[in-house]
């Protein structure tokens, strides 16, 4: 059984920044060789790609629309995915997902990602 807790949304201004954390439970073997990512989705809109991370190796693939603004990290110990998001703009705003991924390389498909967390809200206002 695999679960993701995500948190660190909230409201921002335009400009600023918010750190996004996913805290995974499980069986440690579940994570070693699998690919962490984050998705969001805003009211009547397809779950889009933002970026995701191959646990193991550190690789990373990120949506055109928030590289240069986005960094995806994890810290292997405490089982733990960042999104640091910066310079964000109000069509940053969506509810942000966690999921894993067995792919053993940076997935970017809605498909490749079995488990998700239960979202967290992030608002830019203009």
């Known amino acids: 059984q695999v679960q993701l807790v995500e948190s660190g949304g909230g409201l921002v201004q335009a400009g600023g920044s918010l750190r996004l954390s996913c805290a995974a439970a499980?069986?440690?073997?579940?994570?070693?060789?699998?690919?962490m990512g984050w998705f969001r989705q805003t009211p009547g809109k397809v779950r889009e790609f933002v970026a995701s991370i191959a646990w193991t190796s550190g690789s990373t693939s990120y949506a055109d629309s928030v590289k240069g603004r986005f960094t995806i990290s994890r810290d292997n110990a405490k089982n733990t995915v960042f999104l640091q998001m910066n310079s964000l703009k109000p069509e940053d705003t969506a509810v942000y997902y966690c999921a894993r991924s067995p792919s053993t390389t940076p997935a970017t498909h809605y498909g490749s990602y079995d488990y998700w967390g239960q979202g967290t809200q992030v608002t830019v206002s203009s």
């Open positions: 499980g069986n440690r073997r579940t994570f070693s060789t699998y690919t």
